[in-house]
């Protein structure tokens, strides 16, 4: 029985580990108290118990939340390398109230808190401390299969009260990895080959809006689906969905982008977040692989009774690790041909791919690698005029840390091939990612062309160890690259330097509990030689020995007469005037049950013209173990003197008028979360956030000598006596979600869903009050699920 407790027979003959150090504040000293732990295994599972010695029993906190949900409690982590590579690992953290989190590390340093693994835990406290007892199935690690293995291993320590961490090995904070620098436990002898087969089937019942007919009833549903988890042998796994189903999934924030390129949302669907390092390799692997693509909002929605999303048929993944260090992993997704409320085609039937093979040698410090992504589109003659037939995308990627760990040297290369008709290649010409139709553009506008092809290629070299660290990046893309089919890559046409300097505070000092700074500097050309971007940036932050802390950041762009490609949205560059800003943040102890915090930022640029002011203010408040609320607000003040509005007269010739105004934009946003955990499995979570965002504009012009040192010979009056409508965009999303596992692996959701929007009240004027009694007055949509799936290992 998992319970806490270390009086039974199978740990009595076992004797401790010691040696923890402290890790933080400290670095590598003595730990304020002890701790130990044993290890033990059988067939299937590994079993780790864990003595955190504490003279006041009664000072441990003990904090309830949901599974994966940090607070700021006393905690155990253990961490596993099955494969010993020194580059991935699993984590299995619990609190002394027994919530559990689990999380996956990738790349030596990097987490995934999307893996969730099938686990036991039992926690007990007692007059010497508490005790931690874990037992992790052998199912859910990956490891080679030998008669004797020997794991990377390593355990944590966390006192809230003290804001102490301690491990076993010492860890130090100096250098930018994790798994490399955990210990080894070995002899683990006779365990077999995991049979891994958990499936996971699950329905759902939902009512929505029936978006056809507006303030009309809901629409009933009725659906399921199917996940699994198969062990291809001992080393390879499958991942596969069917009919996903991702309505407990917290929506996301509202936002109103006016900048010619897309928004980047986190990813928050299990599936796609699960593993998602396996595919990864560094800066050139983030662009290329961008998963919210995969069930996308439907590319030629115009109407909102049109679907708001693709929807994902099913899909499957490959990974895992081959013999002589070969590293594999593979994903295929189908979405479904969407159809609008005209009837027409919104977005054909998709098919994504992405693969990732690598091969990892000299003890986890060399690596070499290649990447893969393709799309593919069932076009019809609605679509193919607007969309691109096929991408394919090929990156290689290579890794060598050297002079013993100190120093990183990555180099990469890639390529993209794009497809389609005239249409649809023309459109993706005269893109924001593109804008060949621009004077003097490096690349030429053709309206027949049928194809697209380009690439980039990038180094960078990094001191990844020691209290002063430095990197250099190098990067240059032809203007030819295109890679959003299936990733976010909005920067092309570029060649880039960038050059950081850090510093670490390793030890408590005078003034300082801990503290870190940097400095870096940044310069983008075009391919053809054009000044692009220079900026510079300075960042401190640090916390006091009371455990406040603070950040102060300033960055500088557009000094030493630089331009902007993108900013007249396909006209002729537009030479960029100075513009700076300046942030503070302050946290306050984290420790107590009302913890505060804000921040207040300022910009100024334009010769003076544009200028922004704003803050965020926001407090936790914790009551008891089992209730947290948190609130927040966020209020901007914004005038932009050069936002575009829009080019008028014949594209592609001499008389247009690419066109600016001054806009006078105030932006507000209030977030409220509430957390109660009635048990580690049963928990109900709130989530709400008004957004209001409106804007008036002003000295309407159109660009006259964009090149020209002086701000205001840059442009000339357009349309006198008239400008631009102002708007006001008004949002409301929310989510509640009760969440019950009511065995290990297997749970159930209730989740209410409500979304409110209104945009054609009061535009140009903002008046916070006013404008958040027409939110609230607008019609709800109205979302009701519940979603039961039950976890079974046949």
Not at 129 to 148: K, M, Y
Not at 474 to 492: A, I, K
Request: aromatic residues 10%.
């Amino acid at each position: 029985m998992i319970d806490g407790r270390e009086d039974d027979d199978v740990w009595r003959g076992i004797a401790p580990t010691r040696g923890f150090r402290q890790f933080e504040p400290g670095d590598d000293v003595a730990p304020t108290f002890e701790t130990e732990f044993r290890l033990a295994y059988d067939n299937e599972n590994l079993y780790v118990l864990v003595r955190a010695y504490d003279p006041h029993p009664d000072s441990i906190v003990p904090l309830l939340s949901r599974r994966d949900v940090r607070t700021n409690s006393d905690q155990i982590k253990i961490i596993v390398d099955g494969f010993l590579d020194k580059r991935n690992a699993i984590q299995l953290m619990v609190n002394p109230a027994g919530v559990k989190r689990d999380a996956s590390i990738y790349a030596d340093a990097t987490e995934d808190v999307s893996w969730d693994g099938v686990w036991d835990v039992g926690v007990a406290i007692d007059d010497k401390g508490w005790v931690a007892e874990f037992r992790l199935p052998f199912s859910q690690l990956r490891f080679a299969a030998r008669d004797v293995n020997t794991f990377g291993f390593g355990v944590w320590r966390d006192i809230a009260r003290l804001n102490q961490r301690d491990s076993w090995p010492v860890y130090r904070r100096a250098s930018r990895t994790i798994v490399s620098q955990l210990g080894t436990v070995g002899d683990i002898q006779g365990v077999p080959a995991a049979r891994r087969i958990e499936l996971l089937p699950y329905t759902v019942a939902k009512s929505v809006p029936n978006v056809r007919t507006p303030g009309g009833a809901n629409v009933s549903d009725f659906t399921g689906g199917l996940d699994a988890k198969i062990g291809l042998g001992s080393n390879i796994t499958m991942d596969a969905t069917i009919n996903p189903d991702f309505g407990q999934v917290e929506a996301d924030p509202s936002i109103l982008n006016l900048t010619a390129f897309e928004t980047r949302f986190e990813e928050r669907r299990p599936f796609f977040q699960e593993g998602i390092g396996l595919f990864r390799c560094g800066p050139p692997c983030e662009g290329p692989f961008y998963t919210r693509r995969i069930g996308r909002t439907p590319q030629l929605r115009t109407n909102a009774a049109d679907p708001a999303f693709t929807t994902i048929l099913g899909a499957a993944k490959i990974t895992g690790r081959l013999n002589r260090g070969f590293t594999l992993a593979m994903l295929n997704a189908v979405t479904k041909e969407e159809h609008g409320v005209s009837g027409a085609v919104i977005e054909p039937q998709t098919n994504y791919f992405v693969a990732r093979g690598a091969r990892e040698w000299g003890n986890g410090t060399r690596q070499a690698g290649i990447s893969v992504t393709d799309v593919r589109r069932q076009l019809d003659k609605t679509t193919d005029p607007f969309l691109r037939r096929s991408a394919t995308a090929v990156i290689g990627q290579s890794t060598i840390r050297f002079d013993q760990g100190r120093h990183e040297l990555l180099v990469y290369g890639g390529q993209s091939f794009v497809y389609g008709t005239p249409a649809a290649m023309a459109r993706t010409q005269r893109s924001s990612v593109h804008y060949f139709q621009r004077p003097g553009s490096e690349m030429a506008y053709d309206s027949t062309r049928t194809s697209l092809t380009g690439g980039a290629v990038g180094a960078s070299i990094k001191k990844i160890r020691g209290a002063v660290r430095y990197e250099t990046f190098v990067r240059r893309s032809t203007p030819g690259q295109e890679m959003n089919d299936l990733g976010l890559v909005p920067t092309v046409n570029s060649m880039s330097i960038r050059q950081s300097l850090d510093y670490q505070q390793l030890s408590p000092n005078r003034w300082f509990r801990s503290s870190f700074s940097t400095m870096g500097l940044e310069s983008q050309w075009t391919v053809g030689g054009l000044p692009a971007a220079k900026s510079a940036s300075v960042h401190a932050s640090g916390s006091l020995h009371n455990n406040w802390a603070g950040a102060l950041t300033y960055n500088a762009d557009g000094f030493g007469g630089v331009n902007c490609v993108s900013c007249a949205r396909g006209g002729p560059a537009l030479r960029r005037s100075f513009a700076h800003t300046l942030r503070l943040d302050i946290v306050a102890d984290p420790r107590p049950a009302f913890v505060p915090r804000g921040n207040v930022r300022f910009g100024r640029g334009d010769e003076g013209r544009t200028r922004t002011r704003g803050g965020e203010a926001s407090a936790e408040l914790r009551v008891a173990s089992q209730f947290s609320a948190s609130l927040g607000a966020g209020y901007e003040h914004a005038i932009n003197d050069q936002q575009w509005v829009g080019n008028f007269d014949a594209l592609l010739s001499d008389t247009t008028h690419y066109t600016f105004a001054r806009l006078d934009q105030r932006t507000l946003a209030i977030t409220a979360r509430m957390n109660w955990t009635a048990t580690p499995n049963l928990s109900f979570q709130f989530y709400g956030q008004p957004f209001i965002s409106a804007g008036s504009y002003t000295n309407w012009r159109e660009l006259d000598d964009p090149s020209a040192p002086r701000y205001r010979d840059r442009f000339k009056t357009y349309r006198p006596g008239s400008n631009p409508a102002g708007f006001n965009v008004k949002q409301f999303n929310s989510n509640a979600v009760v969440r019950w596992e009511y065995r290990p692996g297997s749970a159930l959701f209730l989740v209410w869903q409500q979304g409110r929007d209104e945009s054609t009240l009061d535009r140009g004027s903002f008046d916070g009050p006013r404008d958040i009694r027409s939110l609230f007055s607008a019609l709800p949509q109205n979302t009701l699920l519940l979603k039961a799936s039950y976890w079974f290992n046949p």
